[in-house]
């Protein structure tokens, strides 16, 4: 049976490789002040698996990732060090990319895709707590709980969203995760975050606030007010729940 599959594996790592670890009598291990952090690399190979169901190995992904890693002692957060990754992935004979990813913390991520090399998009994310009512203007409350059920409870209800903003940065921009972060908090953090969406915030005045629209609103806070600082947005995803999100491209 031939068919075509996405592998992907995650390496985590401390970064940089090659600190001293547990040389002196006070040390302790993790040491109470790390200048390391952790980090994680992924690799996606794209093929077709053989008569074992492999398309790859886990083991040589690893290897290939470590070995690499020893290697490289230039800045992590650059198109360079993807290019240099993927000529590893490709020197271990490994399928071809489909993408490589960089995490350097649970808030803040590099996408590389290998069809366009001179780019690396940054995914930050951010969180807000805010309330809402899922309900259709002009609908009757019956006409809306028929719609919505408990979503539409009269009096609202709350969750804590989180919101993933994908931005491709431009070398001119000096510091893109401050930017971002800068742009972020002026644009969608001033106006939702502990709002209640729908007697608070004039954008879902006419617009139910479901988490499509609520992603849909970000992208229009976001996209003119990033492209003048800099950055081009490629995506905003409104996490509403930790199973349920929406995602908006930027537009064109
Ligand atoms: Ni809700």
Redesign the pocket.
Known sequence: MQFTAVLSRTVRMAWPTDRAEGSGLFDALPPLVDPARSVEWTVQCRGKPDHTGYLVSITPIDAAVRAWASTWHAAIESTECMRSLAAACAAAELPPLAGLSLRVSPQHAYYWDPAMPERLQLQLSFEFAAS?R?ALPGCSDAENQALFGK?SNPNG?G?NYRLDVTVTPHPSVPNTVATLETVVDREVMSRLDHKHLNLDCPEFADLNPSVEHIALVCRNLLQAPLRTAGLDLVSVTVW?TAKTCATVQAAS
């Open positions: 809402h899922l979503c209800h969750h509403e």
